[in-house]
């Protein structure tokens, strides 16, 4: 069993950066892919940016490349997700979610566990 919490979200204006973080508990956060998903008001959940358990892979959607940054510290038991030049089409809820072995999956059915999410409003 893994429980996830993520923090970090908040209300920042166009052009700003957000720096999300994912708490895991548990002993065995190094063998868990991580990912980042989000969900705006009215619209279905969408991948944002994953890391395989390894650290070797990392995904990202292709809306988000060069923006977003996905990092994992195995010490900390913590993924990051580092979000510049932010836009109001950001705006979301953010969660973070773990696959046991995973290579980095962008669909949410490879996922096991899932956190509650955090808000990230970006305003214009």
């Known amino acids: 069993q893994v429980q996830l919490v993520e923090s970090g979200g908040g209300l920042v204006q166009a052009g700003g950066s957000l720096r999300l973080s994912c708490a895991a508990s548990g002993r065995t956060f190094s063998r868990y892919a991580m990912g980042w998903f989000r969900q705006a008001p009215g619209k279905e959940r969408e991948f944002v940016a994953a890391?395989?358990?390894?650290?070797?892979?990392?995904n990202y959607a292709d809306s988000v490349k060069g923006r977003f940054t996905i990092s994992r510290d195995n010490a900390k038991n913590t993924v990051y997700l580092q979000m510049n030049g932010l836009k109001p089409e950001d705006t979301a809820v953010y969660s973070c979610a773990a696959d046991l072995y995973g290579l980095g999956y962008n669909l949410p059915d490879k996922y096991d566990y899932w956190g509650q999410g955090t808000q990230v409003t970006v305003s214009s």
């Open positions: 890391i395989a358990w390894s650290g070797a892979t990392r």
